[in-house]
């Protein structure tokens, strides 16, 4: 792991769950593979809190453990996976596709398992009805008939898989017979090596959501100790679900091409790839390099009702995306008008492409992008050769390339006409990898993101004072409001926060807000970037 990915890994854990945690998983992260004792000596910290530590890392599919070096019989050692920390950028925008897809009951399901990590579906059935009875109107509650219906769905689609079943260690002499994480905490692992991870258990979950107490720590204890008795009651015990990032981002990644579609070209374009898309979503392998082939008369059928398109304009239309430079549509063999598949490898290189040329452009302006665009059409070029097919003066291309150079977008390459390799004998052609320039900006997104979480956390401190006023008044607005208070009283309570400090607050407000703005754009690029570097990696 680069050093940014080290630093944003520790900046997420911190802040979902508590320094002691970041203290054990960096140490982790920077050091491969330990077990219990060598983490407890290393981090000079309590045996106690490293192990609730290592149990909230596994718990979340963070940390994998294992048989040691010395085999089934030596300690259990415990291995980071950055990959999934990493994905804490994203829990909002996975919860925000699950409300876009499924509703509120969906959004629900996806944001408690993503808090727990890993829930039984009886315990989310109950908390998501009782979180939804809890907003609706005196009188009303949410049937869990209606939660269960939204969490088959979300299995069906595979946005939710089972967890494999736990993988039993041997618990050694040297002071790991106790390291091994509680039943409830399976070993992550991959979805192909458990062939029932989408299958639904046979339970009937039958009841209605209630109410929270007004007493908050007996609410809490009873949501405790309603989840220990719901999963033997229901059935469901032992069978713990989570969600799955991998399925997230196929979603992700088909809106990504299917809005690039729409720039390119027209609505209709993007609406006749969303069907192609649809059709083999599930089918599809993660690393595939193109969907299942698709004859015409399959995507006319299955098009939306409201796009009244006649098979003639819909033949049109493909071989309009067919024939398009950027290649998201490609066609295989002219028998029964051919079959179309979306060239998904293709199409992320070419995304990826557009989005360093848009960064040199950003930083650099235009004509340096309209040089990095000509070394990625022509591969190799000299100066003199930039300077001409560019247009460019001299001393501008010149000045553009050693600043392209300097940055490590543009690489120089020394093709030698003798083996002495003197200078005045030698080619000196500049040229662009666009896989490698790829990864450098990927870590220069780990580091802005990094930026902006620390800023945040800045202004949060440096004005934390006056949030906590804040939320206190607004605490016992809320309880004034409940007992049916006099306007005067309210009026009242609402003037503790002088004219300066409500402006203070409402500056504070639209500075976080722009942050975590900027955080999900980041994000997007991050994204954009790993999934055509995952999609190099696998061809």
């Known amino acids: 792991m680069t050093t940014q990915e080290v630093r944003l890994c520790g900046l997420l854990l911190q802040e979902h769950f508590g320094e002691v945690v970041e203290k054990v998983a960096i140490h982790l992260l920077r050091s491969g593979v330990l077990n219990l004792r060598a983490l407890v000596h290393e981090t000079k910290l ?15 599919g963070m940390c994998t453990f294992g048989p040691g070096r010395r085999g089934p019989g030596g300690p259990v050692e415990y291995q980071m996976n950055s990959e999934n920390i990493l994905h804490m950028l ?9 409300k876009s897809l499924y509703g509120d009951t969906g959004e629900l399901i996806v944001e408690e398992i993503l808090q727990r990590g890993q ?9 998501v009805a009782d979180r939804l009875t809890h907003n609706m109107p005196e009188g009303q509650s949410m049937d869990y008939s209606e939660v269960v219906t939204a969490f088959s769905r979300l299995v069906e689609t595979h946005f939710l898989q089972r967890c494999p079943p736990m993988l039993s260690a041997e618990p050694s002499s040297s002071g790991d017979a ?7 905490v399976t070993k992550p692992s991959e979805p192909e090596s458990h062939p029932d991870c989408y299958k639904l258990p046979y339970i009937n979950i039958t009841g209605k959501g209630k109410r929270r107490r007004s007493d908050e720590v007996e609410a809490h204890k009873s949501a405790a100790k309603k989840a220990k008795t719901d999963s033997s009651e229901f059935g469901d015990e032992g069978i713990y679900w989570k969600v799955n990032f991998e399925r997230f981002h196929l979603h992700f990644r088909d809106q990504t091409i299917i809005s690039a579609v729409a720039c390119k070209l027209d609505q209709t374009s993007s609406e006749i790839v969303r069907t192609m898309l649809r059709m083999s979503e599930v089918t599809t392998p993660a690393n595939a390099a193109f969907t299942q082939a698709l004859s015409a008369n399959e995507i006319f059928r299955s098009l939306p009702s409201n796009y009244n398109i006649a098979r003639q304009i819909l033949d049109q239309y493909l071989t309009l995306l067919v024939d398009d430079p950027m290649e998201f549509v490609g066609k295989t063999g002219d028998s029964g008008g051919g079959m179309f598949v979306v060239n998904l490898h293709r199409a992320l290189a070419n995304l990826g492409r557009a ?11 235009s004509r340096s992008a309209r040089i990095f665009r000509l070394l990625l059409r022509k591969r190799h070029l000299e100066q003199k050769q930039v300077e001409d097919f560019a247009m460019i003066p001299a001393k501008e291309a010149k000045d553009m390339l050693y600043t392209l150079l300097s940055e490590n977008l543009v690489q120089l390459q020394e093709i030698p006409k003798t083996p002495d390799h003197a200078p005045s ?14 990864r450098l900006l990927l870590q220069h997104c780990y580091k802005t993101v990094g930026n902006l979480i620390e800023r945040r956390q800045y202004e949060t401190k440096e004005n934390k004072r006056l949030l906590e006023k804040s939320q206190r008044i607004e605490a016992i607005l809320a309880s004034l409001q409940a007992t049916e208070a006099e306007a005067e009283q309210l009026t009242e309570v609402e003037e503790m926060i002088t004219a300066p400090e409500r402006q203070q607050l409402e500056s504070l407000r639209h500075h976080i807000n722009k942050l975590d703005s900027s955080e999900n754009q980041v994000d997007e690029t991050i994204f954009l970037l790993e999934s055509y570097i995952n999609s190099t990696k696998s061809k």
Do not use: W
């Open 355 to 365: 989005t360093l040329e848009s960064v040199v452009q950003e930083r650099f302006g």
């Open 90 to 98: 994203r829990y909002p925008r996975y919860i925000y596709t699950a």
């Open 425 to 438: 004998r030698t080619f000196y052609l500049y040229t662009v990898n666009q896989l490698p320039t790829a």
């Open 178 to 184: 106790n390291s091994n994480p509680p039943p409830a």
């Open 119 to 127: 829930m039984t579906m009886s315990t989310t059935v109950s908390t």
């Open 46 to 60: 309590p045996l106690d809190l490293v192990k609730k530590s290592l149990c909230v890392l596994v718990q979340h």
